[in-house]
Protein backbone atom coordinates (compact mmCIF):
# COMPACT_ATOMS: atom_id res chain seq x y z
CA UNK A 1 0.00 0.00 0.00
CA UNK A 2 1.89 3.47 -0.83
CA UNK A 3 3.58 5.05 1.72
CA UNK A 4 1.68 8.33 1.93
CA UNK A 5 -2.16 6.45 2.32
CA UNK A 6 -0.21 3.79 5.04
CA UNK A 7 -0.23 7.47 6.80
CA UNK A 8 -3.05 8.77 5.95
CA UNK A 9 -5.14 6.08 7.19
CA UNK A 10 -3.09 5.14 10.38
CA UNK A 11 -5.77 5.49 12.74
CA UNK A 12 -7.42 2.03 11.09
CA UNK A 13 -4.21 0.31 11.11
CA UNK A 14 -3.89 0.42 14.72
CA UNK A 15 -2.44 -2.63 14.57
CA UNK A 16 1.15 -3.01 13.20
CA UNK A 17 1.29 -5.24 9.90
CA UNK A 18 3.06 -7.94 10.88
CA UNK A 19 5.50 -10.40 8.74
CA UNK A 20 3.62 -12.93 6.85
CA UNK A 21 3.24 -15.51 9.09
CA UNK A 22 3.31 -19.71 8.38
CA UNK A 23 0.58 -20.27 9.16
CA UNK A 24 -1.20 -24.03 8.82
CA UNK A 25 -4.41 -24.43 6.65
CA UNK A 26 -7.16 -23.56 8.90
CA UNK A 27 -9.75 -26.38 9.67
CA UNK A 28 -12.45 -24.32 8.69
CA UNK A 29 -14.02 -22.63 5.27
CA UNK A 30 -12.72 -19.43 4.83
CA UNK A 31 -14.83 -16.79 6.57
CA UNK A 32 -13.81 -13.91 3.86
CA UNK A 33 -13.49 -14.16 0.25
CA UNK A 34 -11.01 -12.00 -1.20
CA UNK A 35 -11.75 -11.89 -5.36
CA UNK A 36 -9.22 -9.28 -6.87
CA UNK A 37 -9.74 -9.11 -10.89
CA UNK A 38 -6.38 -7.05 -12.57
CA UNK A 39 -7.75 -5.00 -15.44
CA UNK A 40 -5.87 -6.47 -18.89
CA UNK A 41 -3.39 -8.78 -17.06
CA UNK A 42 -2.86 -11.36 -19.69
CA UNK A 43 -1.59 -14.48 -19.31
CA UNK A 44 1.28 -13.52 -21.49
CA UNK A 45 2.34 -11.09 -19.15
CA UNK A 46 1.67 -13.21 -15.82
CA UNK A 47 4.11 -15.68 -17.73
CA UNK A 48 6.87 -12.98 -18.01
CA UNK A 49 6.88 -11.44 -15.36
CA UNK A 50 6.34 -14.41 -12.66
CA UNK A 51 10.23 -14.93 -12.03
CA UNK A 52 10.60 -11.34 -11.37
CA UNK A 53 7.55 -11.04 -8.31
CA UNK A 54 8.22 -10.69 -4.97
CA UNK A 55 5.46 -9.44 -2.83
CA UNK A 56 1.66 -10.52 -3.15
CA UNK A 57 2.13 -11.95 -6.60
CA UNK A 58 5.05 -14.37 -5.74
CA UNK A 59 2.53 -15.41 -2.44
CA UNK A 60 -0.21 -15.85 -4.02
CA UNK A 61 1.48 -17.75 -6.86
CA UNK A 62 2.08 -20.13 -3.99
CA UNK A 63 -1.19 -21.30 -4.61
CA UNK A 64 -3.23 -22.95 -7.08
CA UNK A 65 -1.88 -21.30 -10.43
CA UNK A 66 -4.33 -21.92 -13.77
CA UNK A 67 -1.93 -20.54 -15.84
CA UNK A 68 -4.17 -21.13 -19.14
CA UNK A 69 -7.42 -19.55 -17.64
CA UNK A 70 -9.55 -18.27 -20.15
CA UNK A 71 -11.81 -15.62 -21.19
CA UNK A 72 -13.28 -17.93 -23.06
CA UNK A 73 -15.30 -15.56 -24.92
CA UNK A 74 -14.95 -13.20 -28.18
CA UNK A 75 -15.77 -9.69 -26.41
CA UNK A 76 -12.32 -9.47 -24.34
CA UNK A 77 -13.94 -5.90 -22.84
CA UNK A 78 -13.62 -5.26 -19.25
CA UNK A 79 -17.28 -5.86 -18.59
CA UNK A 80 -18.09 -9.17 -20.44
CA UNK A 81 -14.99 -10.12 -18.82
CA UNK A 82 -16.13 -9.10 -15.34
CA UNK A 83 -19.64 -10.55 -15.73
CA UNK A 84 -18.08 -14.20 -15.40
CA UNK A 85 -15.74 -14.10 -12.31
CA UNK A 86 -18.54 -14.05 -10.01
CA UNK A 87 -21.68 -15.38 -11.72
CA UNK A 88 -19.67 -18.85 -12.91
CA UNK A 89 -21.52 -17.67 -16.31
CA UNK A 90 -20.55 -16.69 -20.12
CA UNK A 91 -21.46 -13.08 -21.39
CA UNK A 92 -24.06 -15.52 -23.46
CA UNK A 93 -26.01 -15.98 -20.38
CA UNK A 94 -24.80 -12.68 -17.68
CA UNK A 95 -26.70 -10.60 -20.85
CA UNK A 96 -23.18 -8.68 -21.04
CA UNK A 97 -22.20 -8.12 -24.61
CA UNK A 98 -19.59 -5.70 -24.46
CA UNK A 99 -19.09 -2.54 -22.37
CA UNK A 100 -21.47 -0.86 -24.48
CA UNK A 101 -24.38 -1.72 -27.08
CA UNK A 102 -26.76 0.06 -29.28
CA UNK A 103 -30.26 0.30 -28.72
CA UNK A 104 -32.32 2.33 -31.65
CA UNK A 105 -35.44 1.68 -29.71
CA UNK A 106 -34.23 3.18 -26.55
CA UNK A 107 -35.87 6.65 -27.02
CA UNK A 108 -33.61 9.01 -26.70
CA UNK A 109 -31.20 10.58 -29.30
CA UNK A 110 -27.64 8.85 -27.58
CA UNK A 111 -28.79 4.96 -28.86
CA UNK A 112 -25.73 3.98 -26.82
CA UNK A 113 -26.49 1.66 -24.00
CA UNK A 114 -23.69 1.57 -20.79
CA UNK A 115 -23.54 -1.76 -19.43
CA UNK A 116 -24.37 -0.95 -15.80
CA UNK A 117 -26.60 1.75 -16.73
CA UNK A 118 -30.49 2.53 -16.40
CA UNK A 119 -30.81 3.87 -19.79
CA UNK A 120 -34.83 4.00 -18.49
CA UNK A 121 -34.09 7.22 -16.61
CA UNK A 122 -35.10 10.47 -18.44
CA UNK A 123 -32.54 13.02 -18.95
CA UNK A 124 -29.49 10.09 -19.16
CA UNK A 125 -27.54 9.12 -21.70
CA UNK A 126 -24.67 6.62 -21.93
CA UNK A 127 -22.33 8.97 -20.74
CA UNK A 128 -24.17 11.00 -17.99
CA UNK A 129 -26.01 7.78 -16.77
CA UNK A 130 -27.68 6.73 -13.88
CA UNK A 131 -25.73 3.59 -12.48
CA UNK A 132 -27.45 0.07 -12.32
CA UNK A 133 -26.59 -3.79 -12.40
CA UNK A 134 -30.08 -3.89 -14.23
CA UNK A 135 -28.59 -6.03 -17.03
CA UNK A 136 -26.92 -8.17 -15.61
CA UNK A 137 -29.20 -11.01 -15.63
CA UNK A 138 -27.91 -13.55 -13.17
CA UNK A 139 -26.84 -13.50 -9.57
CA UNK A 140 -23.55 -13.51 -8.27
CA UNK A 141 -21.92 -15.21 -5.72
CA UNK A 142 -22.57 -12.56 -3.01
CA UNK A 143 -26.38 -12.69 -3.61
CA UNK A 144 -26.10 -16.60 -3.06
CA UNK A 145 -23.90 -16.28 0.06
CA UNK A 146 -26.64 -13.65 1.09
CA UNK A 147 -29.52 -15.86 0.40
CA UNK A 148 -28.16 -18.55 2.77
CA UNK A 149 -26.00 -16.73 5.32
CA UNK A 150 -28.37 -13.75 6.47
CA UNK A 151 -25.30 -12.33 8.11
CA UNK A 152 -23.13 -12.34 4.96
CA UNK A 153 -22.07 -9.32 3.29
CA UNK A 154 -20.47 -8.36 -0.32
CA UNK A 155 -18.14 -5.09 -0.55
CA UNK A 156 -16.81 -4.07 -4.32
CA UNK A 157 -14.38 -1.74 -4.06
CA UNK A 158 -12.87 -0.88 -7.91
CA UNK A 159 -10.89 1.49 -10.09
CA UNK A 160 -14.22 1.17 -12.46
CA UNK A 161 -17.59 1.19 -11.71
CA UNK A 162 -18.66 -1.16 -14.11
CA UNK A 163 -16.12 -3.78 -12.50
CA UNK A 164 -17.75 -3.22 -9.04
CA UNK A 165 -20.99 -3.59 -10.36
CA UNK A 166 -20.60 -6.84 -12.10
CA UNK A 167 -18.61 -7.89 -9.14
CA UNK A 168 -20.75 -6.86 -6.94
CA UNK A 169 -23.88 -8.15 -8.80
CA UNK A 170 -27.22 -6.81 -7.09
CA UNK A 171 -27.36 -6.73 -3.60
CA UNK A 172 -23.90 -5.48 -2.55
CA UNK A 173 -23.54 -3.81 1.22
CA UNK A 174 -21.36 -1.49 -0.16
CA UNK A 175 -19.88 -0.36 -3.93
CA UNK A 176 -17.12 1.98 -4.39
CA UNK A 177 -15.64 2.65 -7.31
CA UNK A 178 -12.96 5.90 -8.77
CA UNK A 179 -15.20 8.23 -10.96
CA UNK A 180 -12.28 10.45 -12.17
CA UNK A 181 -10.76 12.44 -8.98
CA UNK A 182 -12.62 9.92 -5.88
CA UNK A 183 -14.01 7.22 -4.81
CA UNK A 184 -17.78 7.28 -5.06
CA UNK A 185 -21.00 5.40 -4.90
CA UNK A 186 -24.60 5.13 -5.86
CA UNK A 187 -25.73 3.40 -3.14
CA UNK A 188 -27.50 4.71 -0.76
CA UNK A 189 -29.40 3.86 2.94
CA UNK A 190 -26.03 2.78 5.22
CA UNK A 191 -23.57 5.65 6.40
CA UNK A 192 -20.69 6.18 4.51
CA UNK A 193 -17.79 4.33 6.16
CA UNK A 194 -15.31 6.55 7.72
CA UNK A 195 -12.15 5.26 5.68
CA UNK A 196 -13.85 6.04 2.49
CA UNK A 197 -13.35 10.31 3.29
CA UNK A 198 -9.93 9.55 4.77
CA UNK A 199 -8.96 8.13 1.48
CA UNK A 200 -10.66 10.43 -0.74
CA UNK A 201 -8.64 13.21 1.27
CA UNK A 202 -5.21 11.39 0.82
CA UNK A 203 -5.65 10.85 -3.22
CA UNK A 204 -6.84 14.73 -3.37
CA UNK A 205 -3.71 15.32 -1.57
CA UNK A 206 -1.42 13.12 -3.76
CA UNK A 207 -3.11 14.89 -6.78
CA UNK A 208 -2.27 17.88 -6.16
CA UNK A 209 1.37 16.95 -6.32
CA UNK A 210 3.84 16.10 -8.88
CA UNK A 211 5.16 12.83 -8.96
CA UNK A 212 8.42 11.73 -9.79
CA UNK A 213 9.96 8.74 -12.09
CA UNK A 214 9.42 5.54 -10.65
CA UNK A 215 12.68 4.21 -9.77
CA UNK A 216 13.26 1.03 -12.06
CA UNK A 217 14.48 -2.27 -11.03
CA UNK A 218 17.64 -3.44 -13.52
CA UNK A 219 14.84 -6.03 -15.49
CA UNK A 220 12.38 -2.84 -16.07
CA UNK A 221 15.11 -0.79 -17.28
CA UNK A 222 16.54 -3.64 -19.61
CA UNK A 223 12.82 -3.00 -21.05
CA UNK A 224 13.56 0.77 -21.60
CA UNK A 225 13.55 1.55 -25.31
CA UNK A 226 11.40 4.47 -26.95
CA UNK A 227 9.23 3.21 -29.55
CA UNK A 228 7.52 5.09 -32.32
CA UNK A 229 3.88 5.04 -32.62
CA UNK A 230 2.35 5.63 -36.16
CA UNK A 231 -1.64 6.84 -36.34
CA UNK A 232 -0.62 10.18 -34.71
CA UNK A 233 0.53 8.80 -31.13
CA UNK A 234 3.60 9.80 -29.05
CA UNK A 235 6.32 7.12 -28.73
CA UNK A 236 6.13 5.09 -25.71
CA UNK A 237 8.46 2.43 -23.74
CA UNK A 238 10.86 4.47 -22.11
CA UNK A 239 8.63 6.55 -19.37
CA UNK A 240 8.89 5.89 -15.99
CA UNK A 241 5.06 7.12 -14.78
CA UNK A 242 5.98 10.87 -13.76
CA UNK A 243 3.10 12.78 -13.46
CA UNK A 244 2.20 16.47 -13.33
CA UNK A 245 0.75 18.23 -10.48
CA UNK A 246 -3.20 17.86 -10.93
CA UNK A 247 -2.73 15.07 -13.73
CA UNK A 248 -5.83 12.87 -12.73
CA UNK A 249 -5.86 11.21 -15.73
CA UNK A 250 -1.67 10.26 -15.62
CA UNK A 251 -3.01 9.17 -11.73
CA UNK A 252 -5.14 6.63 -13.18
CA UNK A 253 -2.85 5.66 -15.65
CA UNK A 254 0.08 4.60 -12.75
CA UNK A 255 0.02 2.26 -9.72
CA UNK A 256 -1.13 4.97 -7.53
CA UNK A 257 -4.77 4.23 -8.18
CA UNK A 258 -4.46 0.54 -7.55
CA UNK A 259 -2.78 1.13 -4.16
CA UNK A 260 -5.71 3.62 -3.19
CA UNK A 261 -8.04 0.69 -4.19
CA UNK A 262 -6.40 -1.61 -1.93
CA UNK A 263 -6.02 0.85 1.23
CA UNK A 264 -9.67 1.27 0.70
CA UNK A 265 -10.51 -2.25 0.75
CA UNK A 266 -8.44 -2.57 3.71
CA UNK A 267 -9.88 0.23 5.28
CA UNK A 268 -13.25 -1.56 4.84
CA UNK A 269 -12.17 -4.88 5.84
CA UNK A 270 -11.85 -3.44 9.23
CA UNK A 271 -14.37 -0.90 9.62
CA UNK A 272 -17.21 -3.49 8.98
CA UNK A 273 -15.25 -6.50 10.20
CA UNK A 274 -15.30 -8.32 7.58
CA UNK A 275 -14.67 -12.42 7.88
CA UNK A 276 -14.98 -11.35 11.22
CA UNK A 277 -18.47 -12.73 12.11
CA UNK A 278 -20.25 -16.31 12.43
CA UNK A 279 -21.09 -16.33 8.50
CA UNK A 280 -18.96 -15.58 4.75
CA UNK A 281 -18.10 -12.53 3.48
CA UNK A 282 -17.16 -11.60 -0.01
CA UNK A 283 -14.63 -8.52 -0.63
CA UNK A 284 -14.36 -8.03 -4.74
CA UNK A 285 -11.52 -5.76 -5.80
CA UNK A 286 -10.88 -4.89 -9.78
CA UNK A 287 -7.71 -2.65 -10.10
CA UNK A 288 -8.07 -0.86 -13.21
CA UNK A 289 -3.86 0.79 -13.71
CA UNK A 290 -3.19 -2.43 -15.31
CA UNK A 291 -5.45 -1.86 -18.39
CA UNK A 292 -4.98 2.62 -18.51
CA UNK A 293 -1.06 1.85 -18.41
CA UNK A 294 -1.96 -1.05 -21.38
CA UNK A 295 -3.77 1.58 -23.36
CA UNK A 296 -1.57 4.25 -22.95
CA UNK A 297 1.85 2.98 -24.01
CA UNK A 298 1.45 -1.06 -24.58
CA UNK A 299 2.88 -3.91 -22.60
CA UNK A 300 5.80 -4.24 -23.66
CA UNK A 301 7.53 -1.25 -21.98
CA UNK A 302 9.49 -0.01 -19.24
CA UNK A 303 6.14 1.63 -17.86
CA UNK A 304 4.14 -1.69 -17.74
CA UNK A 305 7.18 -3.39 -15.71
CA UNK A 306 6.93 -0.41 -13.45
CA UNK A 307 3.06 -0.50 -13.21
CA UNK A 308 3.37 -4.49 -12.43
CA UNK A 309 6.66 -4.58 -10.26
CA UNK A 310 4.53 -1.99 -7.69
CA UNK A 311 0.93 -3.99 -8.75
CA UNK A 312 2.90 -7.08 -6.83
CA UNK A 313 4.04 -4.90 -3.96
CA UNK A 314 0.39 -3.03 -3.31
CA UNK A 315 -0.84 -6.60 -3.08
CA UNK A 316 1.56 -7.95 -0.86
CA UNK A 317 1.10 -4.93 1.38
CA UNK A 318 -2.78 -5.47 1.49
CA UNK A 319 -2.17 -9.59 2.14
CA UNK A 320 -0.32 -8.24 5.10
CA UNK A 321 -3.09 -6.44 6.64
CA UNK A 322 -5.59 -9.32 6.36
CA UNK A 323 -3.09 -11.49 7.47
CA UNK A 324 -2.08 -9.09 10.91
CA UNK A 325 -5.81 -9.34 11.25
CA UNK A 326 -6.23 -12.91 11.96
CA UNK A 327 -9.05 -13.18 9.52
CA UNK A 328 -9.44 -16.86 7.99
CA UNK A 329 -9.77 -16.25 4.10
CA UNK A 330 -9.15 -17.21 0.88
CA UNK A 331 -8.08 -15.59 -1.88
CA UNK A 332 -8.64 -15.52 -5.97
CA UNK A 333 -6.76 -13.38 -8.36
CA UNK A 334 -7.45 -13.12 -12.26
CA UNK A 335 -8.70 -10.88 -15.08
CA UNK A 336 -10.98 -9.27 -16.72
CA UNK A 337 -9.55 -10.04 -20.27
CA UNK A 338 -5.73 -9.77 -21.83
CA UNK A 339 -4.33 -7.65 -23.83
CA UNK A 340 -1.50 -7.25 -26.63
CA UNK A 341 1.32 -4.57 -27.22
CA UNK A 342 1.34 -2.22 -29.86
CA UNK A 343 2.21 -3.58 -33.28
CA UNK A 344 5.06 -1.32 -33.90
CA UNK A 345 7.30 -2.40 -31.01
CA UNK A 346 5.86 -6.16 -31.73
CA UNK A 347 7.01 -6.03 -35.42
CA UNK A 348 10.30 -5.72 -34.15
CA UNK A 349 9.93 -8.93 -31.46
CA UNK A 350 8.99 -11.48 -33.93
CA UNK A 351 5.62 -10.50 -34.85
CA UNK A 352 5.42 -9.21 -38.37
CA UNK A 353 2.52 -9.17 -39.53
CA UNK A 354 1.29 -6.85 -36.10
CA UNK A 355 -0.65 -3.66 -37.96
CA UNK A 356 -3.07 -1.04 -37.26
CA UNK A 357 -6.13 -1.15 -38.84
CA UNK A 358 -7.31 0.84 -41.81
CA UNK A 359 -9.44 3.88 -40.98
CA UNK A 360 -11.93 2.82 -43.56
CA UNK A 361 -12.56 -0.64 -41.58
CA UNK A 362 -14.49 2.06 -39.44
CA UNK A 363 -18.57 0.84 -39.52
CA UNK A 364 -19.20 5.03 -40.26
CA UNK A 365 -16.61 5.27 -43.06
CA UNK A 366 -17.78 1.82 -44.40
CA UNK A 367 -21.22 2.18 -43.71
CA UNK A 368 -20.71 5.65 -45.83
CA UNK A 369 -19.52 4.02 -48.62
CA UNK A 370 -21.83 0.83 -48.90
CA UNK A 371 -25.57 3.76 -48.64
CA UNK A 372 -23.98 5.25 -51.79
CA UNK A 373 -23.09 2.68 -53.06
CA UNK A 374 -26.54 1.24 -52.67
CA UNK A 375 -28.88 4.02 -53.37
CA UNK A 376 -29.86 4.42 -49.48
CA UNK A 377 -29.87 7.25 -47.12
CA UNK A 378 -28.62 7.17 -43.95
CA UNK A 379 -25.19 5.81 -41.86
CA UNK A 380 -26.22 2.73 -42.80
CA UNK A 381 -23.92 1.16 -40.16
CA UNK A 382 -23.66 1.80 -36.63
CA UNK A 383 -20.92 0.81 -34.13
CA UNK A 384 -17.83 2.25 -32.54
CA UNK A 385 -15.45 0.11 -33.84
CA UNK A 386 -14.41 -2.27 -36.73
CA UNK A 387 -13.94 -4.99 -34.45
CA UNK A 388 -16.99 -6.37 -32.85
CA UNK A 389 -20.73 -5.92 -32.59
CA UNK A 390 -21.79 -3.62 -35.42
CA UNK A 391 -25.87 -2.83 -36.34
CA UNK A 392 -27.79 -2.12 -39.40
CA UNK A 393 -29.80 1.49 -39.19
CA UNK A 394 -33.36 0.49 -38.04
CA UNK A 395 -34.77 2.98 -40.56
CA UNK A 396 -34.26 1.42 -43.18
CA UNK A 397 -36.58 -1.00 -45.08
CA UNK A 398 -36.72 -4.39 -44.35
CA UNK A 399 -35.27 -5.14 -47.89
CA UNK A 400 -32.82 -2.72 -47.56
CA UNK A 401 -31.77 -3.72 -44.80
CA UNK A 402 -31.03 -7.23 -46.16
CA UNK A 403 -29.33 -5.53 -49.18
CA UNK A 404 -27.18 -3.80 -47.11
CA UNK A 405 -26.39 -6.53 -44.68
CA UNK A 406 -25.29 -8.56 -47.35
CA UNK A 407 -22.85 -6.04 -48.94
CA UNK A 408 -21.66 -5.08 -45.45
CA UNK A 409 -20.55 -8.92 -44.53
CA UNK A 410 -19.15 -9.11 -48.42
CA UNK A 411 -17.30 -6.23 -47.71
CA UNK A 412 -15.96 -7.02 -44.76
CA UNK A 413 -15.13 -10.86 -45.89
CA UNK A 414 -13.27 -9.23 -48.42
CA UNK A 415 -10.58 -7.31 -46.75
CA UNK A 416 -7.04 -8.50 -45.91
CA UNK A 417 -7.31 -7.67 -42.41
CA UNK A 418 -10.61 -9.14 -41.93
CA UNK A 419 -10.39 -12.80 -40.29
CA UNK A 420 -13.88 -14.15 -40.09
CA UNK A 421 -17.66 -11.76 -40.51
CA UNK A 422 -20.58 -13.67 -38.93
CA UNK A 423 -24.23 -12.67 -38.97
CA UNK A 424 -27.06 -12.63 -35.54
CA UNK A 425 -28.58 -15.35 -37.11
CA UNK A 426 -25.95 -17.39 -37.99
CA UNK A 427 -24.24 -17.13 -34.41
CA UNK A 428 -27.97 -17.82 -33.13
CA UNK A 429 -27.57 -21.29 -34.89
CA UNK A 430 -24.45 -22.42 -32.88
CA UNK A 431 -25.10 -23.88 -29.02
CA UNK A 432 -22.87 -21.89 -26.57
CA UNK A 433 -20.22 -24.03 -26.44
CA UNK A 434 -18.74 -26.06 -23.64
CA UNK A 435 -15.20 -27.94 -23.08
CA UNK A 436 -11.94 -26.87 -23.93
CA UNK A 437 -11.93 -22.79 -24.57
CA UNK A 438 -8.96 -23.59 -26.33
CA UNK A 439 -10.40 -25.06 -29.38
CA UNK A 440 -13.50 -23.43 -29.46
CA UNK A 441 -14.14 -22.18 -33.16
CA UNK A 442 -14.16 -18.20 -33.65
CA UNK A 443 -17.77 -18.78 -34.19
CA UNK A 444 -18.06 -20.42 -30.65
CA UNK A 445 -16.35 -17.88 -29.15
CA UNK A 446 -18.85 -15.45 -30.51
CA UNK A 447 -22.10 -17.44 -29.18
CA UNK A 448 -20.26 -17.54 -25.73
CA UNK A 449 -21.04 -13.57 -25.73
CA UNK A 450 -23.81 -13.43 -27.77
CA UNK A 451 -27.47 -12.38 -26.25
CA UNK A 452 -30.00 -11.27 -29.39
CA UNK A 453 -31.88 -8.88 -27.36
CA UNK A 454 -28.54 -6.44 -27.21
CA UNK A 455 -26.35 -8.28 -29.73
CA UNK A 456 -25.39 -6.44 -33.32
CA UNK A 457 -26.97 -7.62 -36.54
CA UNK A 458 -22.82 -8.83 -37.56
CA UNK A 459 -19.46 -9.39 -35.96
CA UNK A 460 -16.61 -8.39 -37.68
CA UNK A 461 -12.87 -10.15 -36.62
CA UNK A 462 -9.85 -8.50 -37.75
CA UNK A 463 -6.97 -11.22 -38.13
CA UNK A 464 -4.83 -12.07 -35.51
CA UNK A 465 -2.39 -9.33 -34.47
CA UNK A 466 -4.27 -6.65 -36.22
CA UNK A 467 -4.97 -3.75 -33.26
CA UNK A 468 -8.35 -2.09 -34.07
CA UNK A 469 -6.98 1.36 -32.79
CA UNK A 470 -6.09 3.87 -36.44
CA UNK A 471 -5.82 7.07 -34.13
CA UNK A 472 -2.93 7.02 -31.23
CA UNK A 473 -3.55 10.02 -29.94
CA UNK A 474 -5.49 9.00 -27.33
CA UNK A 475 -4.91 5.04 -26.94
CA UNK A 476 -2.33 3.03 -28.77
CA UNK A 477 -3.11 -0.22 -27.58
CA UNK A 478 -6.25 -2.63 -26.92
CA UNK A 479 -8.18 -5.81 -26.17
CA UNK A 480 -11.41 -7.08 -27.50
CA UNK A 481 -10.59 -10.05 -29.72
CA UNK A 482 -11.39 -13.59 -30.18
CA UNK A 483 -7.54 -14.68 -30.33
CA UNK A 484 -6.10 -15.95 -27.47
CA UNK A 485 -3.80 -12.65 -26.26
CA UNK A 486 -6.53 -11.38 -25.39
CA UNK A 487 -8.49 -14.56 -23.84
CA UNK A 488 -5.82 -16.24 -22.09
CA UNK A 489 -5.70 -14.78 -18.22
CA UNK A 490 -4.10 -16.18 -15.16
CA UNK A 491 -6.45 -17.73 -12.30
CA UNK A 492 -4.81 -18.18 -9.09
CA UNK A 493 -6.18 -19.77 -5.63
CA UNK A 494 -4.77 -18.57 -2.56
CA UNK A 495 -5.23 -19.70 1.17
CA UNK A 496 -3.03 -19.51 3.73
CA UNK A 497 -0.36 -22.43 4.09
CA UNK A 498 -2.19 -24.38 1.31
CA UNK A 499 0.54 -25.08 -1.06
CA UNK A 500 -0.61 -26.05 -4.66
CA UNK A 501 1.07 -26.40 -7.98
CA UNK A 502 0.96 -24.80 -11.64
CA UNK A 503 -1.82 -26.13 -13.22
CA UNK A 504 -1.24 -26.87 -17.27
CA UNK A 505 -5.03 -28.23 -18.06
CA UNK A 506 -7.01 -25.04 -19.27
CA UNK A 507 -10.03 -23.42 -16.94
CA UNK A 508 -12.37 -20.86 -17.19
CA UNK A 509 -13.18 -17.93 -15.41
CA UNK A 510 -16.56 -19.08 -15.39
CA UNK A 511 -15.17 -21.97 -13.10
CA UNK A 512 -14.07 -19.05 -10.18
CA UNK A 513 -17.28 -18.87 -8.84
CA UNK A 514 -17.73 -22.75 -8.45
CA UNK A 515 -14.67 -23.49 -6.88
CA UNK A 516 -15.14 -20.50 -4.39
CA UNK A 517 -18.97 -21.78 -3.55
CA UNK A 518 -17.49 -25.01 -2.72
CA UNK A 519 -14.57 -23.97 -0.51
CA UNK A 520 -17.20 -22.25 1.76
CA UNK A 521 -19.91 -24.83 1.32
CA UNK A 522 -22.50 -23.33 -0.68
CA UNK A 523 -23.89 -25.78 -3.37
CA UNK A 524 -24.73 -24.78 -6.80
CA UNK A 525 -27.55 -26.85 -8.39
CA UNK A 526 -25.95 -29.17 -11.99
CA UNK A 527 -26.19 -26.61 -15.01
CA UNK A 528 -27.19 -23.57 -12.88
CA UNK A 529 -23.88 -22.57 -14.30
CA UNK A 530 -22.19 -22.48 -17.09
CA UNK A 531 -18.77 -22.91 -14.97
CA UNK A 532 -17.08 -26.47 -13.14
CA UNK A 533 -15.94 -26.64 -9.45
CA UNK A 534 -12.26 -26.84 -9.96
CA UNK A 535 -10.89 -29.18 -7.49
CA UNK A 536 -7.12 -28.09 -7.00
CA UNK A 537 -7.93 -25.40 -5.01
CA UNK A 538 -9.66 -26.69 -2.80
CA UNK A 539 -7.67 -29.87 -2.10
CA UNK A 540 -10.31 -32.46 -2.20
CA UNK A 541 -12.69 -33.19 -4.48
CA UNK A 542 -15.59 -30.89 -5.44
CA UNK A 543 -18.60 -30.84 -3.44
CA UNK A 544 -20.99 -30.14 -6.46
ZN1 LIG B 1 -9.21 -1.86 -21.42
Not at 6 to 34: E, I, S
Request: net charge neutral; with cysteine; charged share 20%.
Amino acid sequence: MRKFLLAATAALFAQPLAATPPLPVPPQPPKLLVVIAVDQFSANLFDEYRPQWTGGLARLATGTVFRNGYQSHAATETCPGHSTLLTGDHPARTGIISNVWIDQKVGRSDISVYCVEDESVPGTSSTAYKLSPRHLLVPTLGELMKKKWLGSRTVAVAGKDRAAIMMGGHTPDQRWYWTGTRFQTDLTGSPVPAVVPKVNAAVTAAIAQARDPLQPTPFCQSKAREVPIEGGGKPVGAGRLARKAGDANAFRASPEIDGDTLALAAGLVDELKLGRGSDPDLLAISLSATDYVGHTYGTEGEEMCLQLTELDREIGDFLKVLDSRGINYAVALTADHGGKDVPERERTAGVPNAARVRADLSPATMGKALVAKLGLTGPGLLGSSPQGDIYLDAHLKPRDRTRLLNAAVAAYKADPQVAAVFTAAQIARVPVPTGDPVNWTLIQRARASFYAPRSGDFVVFLKKDITPIANTTSYVSTHGSPWDYDRRVPILFWRPGFVGTTVERPAETTDIMPTLASMIGLAVQPGSVDGHCLPEPLGTACTH
